[in-house]
């Protein structure tokens, strides 16, 4: 019963002096009070801030940062990827990923036209929507560890008295993207862990598509 | 000011500006033409309500009206911090929150001003509604998270708490029923306005007034009302009377949806 919705808003920003050609994606999780009594009002969670830092490493080359640039030198996209927790009934970050997969595959970039005499850059109502290419994209798949044994998509209760947890995050090749382990734990656990992760993140990954709308 | 403790991205980003067609903003619209999205002048639109949905949570309400859908959650009556001082009543405290992607323009994950300042209106209401002097020394937690904002977010967010903290089996003295309305210079008015009807500096149109108000049905008085722009008395009075007939609509078809949750619930 964890719920998350995830969100995509863009804006217009300068793109930064060592990376003149590119855009900007901002991902941020958020855990609000309403999900749940351990997040306390008024100021950002680290466990909130260690999601969307992990985030941030996933997706540094999921799209192509040159495609969201429109102006080299000065204006490029900044996309604002924000993932909120409804509820939080345990691992957040395998729907957080996913929201934020599905998002992504369905977002769709105004056209933008350029005003010959200012220079500006607006977005034309009139001018049809791109499709964001990604390059990958990012399934997540988390387990609990519990001595030498491993518990997959762990509820909050279960959170609580773990040893440690591993996340692994595949991409829709099935190449490794990411891994996080921080248990102690042997090498054959963590390969039957990845066995588990490959045939989960295909079931995540069918539902994924199922919702993507072709245009 | 970057917050250091979220990805914030560059500082200098603005909201895309978008290539309009030159129009002037409208001061009017006949009541009896009907509105884009086909309603008639008085009609609400279609209520959406489902509560207990945060496990986690003692009470909680999802509530969606037309496309304004938000989410409501209680927390409490919980023991308050040491540093509070001891109080013969209890607290209320209210978090009200637009998501960063629930409106036209991007919402700053911290609280705004305008967010504080519905936090602080929802709060008022909440504290004249519960019966504080049955949980003293304790604290009650509520918290509003707007998805998405099509216009009303203030009444419904109203109307959600007072839905969860029924959920949350804390007593209140009646249910609160929220509605918006908005008055035009020719003595037109729209219930129940969309974001592009509303009051506001997003709105098509211009002039006239904004009314927020809040109803406690069973017992025929007024919780919360507010009022925005520029109105004569005397039609003050007919904007408050519809927005109370408004209300009363909309609390039969609550209290009928509260009563079949609570009747599907199974025996705890």
């Known amino acids: ?215 | 000011m970057p917050d250091p403790k979220r990805n914030s991205g560059p500082e200098d980003a603005i909201e895309p500006p978008v290539l309009h067609k030159e129009s002037a903003p409208l001061k009017s619209v006949d009541k009896n033409t009907t509105r884009t999205d086909g309603r008639k002048w008085n009609e609400l639109r279609p209520l959406f309500l489902k509560v207990g949905i945060i496990t986690k949570a003692q009470g909680s309400a999802y509530i969606e009206m037309g496309n304004t859908k938000l989410i409501a959650a209680v927390y409490g009556p919980k023991e308050i911090l040491r540093r509070e001082e001891f109080s013969l009543k209890g607290k209320v405290n209210c978090e009200f929150k637009f998501m960063p992607f629930s409106r036209a323009h991007y919402c700053e994950p911290r609280q705004n001003f305008e967010e504080k300042m519905i936090s602080k209106c929802i709060c008022d209401a909440m504290e004249g509604v519960i019966l504080l002097e049955k949980f003293p020394k304790a604290l009650v937690d509520i918290s509003v998270q707007v998805i998405q904002d099509d216009g009303s977010a203030l009444a419904l967010a109203l109307t959600a708490a007072s839905v969860a903290l029924i959920n949350a089996n804390i007593e209140v003295k009646d249910l609160v029923v929220g509605t918006t309305l908005r008055y035009f210079e020719n003595s037109d008015v729209l219930v129940d306005p969309t974001a592009e009807e509303e009051h506001g500096p997003f709105s098509k149109f211009t002039g006239g007034a904004g009314f927020h108000l809040a109803v406690l049905p069973s017992l025929s008085q007024i919780s919360y009302l507010k009022q925005t722009g520029k109105i004569e008395q005397s039609q003050a009075r007919d904007c408050i009377e519809t927005c109370w007939e408004t209300c009363l609509r909309l609390a039969t078809g609550i209290k009928n949806l509260l009563q079949e949750s609570i009747d599907s619930d199974a025996p705890r």
């Open chain 1, 1 to 215: 019963s964890t719920r998350v919705i995830a969100g995509i808003k863009g804006k217009f920003a300068e793109p930064t002096i060592n990376n003149p050609n590119s855009g900007f994606l901002i991902p941020n999780v958020i855990l609000p009070m309403t999900c749940n009594t351990k997040y306390k009002p008024g100021f950002p969670s680290d466990k909130g801030i260690a999601m969307s830092n992990k985030l941030e490493t996933l997706l540094t080359d999921a799209t192509d940062l040159m495609e969201l640039c429109l102006i080299p030198g000065k204006v490029a996209w900044v996309l604002y990827l924000d993932v909120v927790c409804i509820n939080d009934d345990g691992n957040v970050m395998d729907a957080a990923v996913l929201a934020l997969s599905a998002a992504l595959n369905n977002t769709w970039l105004p056209a933008t036209k350029i005003i010959e005499e200012t220079g500006r850059v607006v977005l034309d109502p009139d001018g049809g929507k791109k499709r964001l290419e990604l390059n990958f994209i990012p399934i997540s798949v988390t387990l609990s560890v519990f001595d030498d044994k491993t518990l997959p998509d762990p509820t909050e209760d279960e959170e609580d008295i773990e040893d440690g947890t591993i996340t692994c995050c595949l991409d829709n090749e099935n190449n490794i993207r990411a891994l996080w382990s921080s248990a102690i734990i042997t090498d054959d656990v963590i390969s039957a862990a990845l066995v588990y992760v490959k045939k989960r993140a295909s079931v995540l990954l069918s539902v994924l598509k199922k919702v993507s709308k072709p245009s």
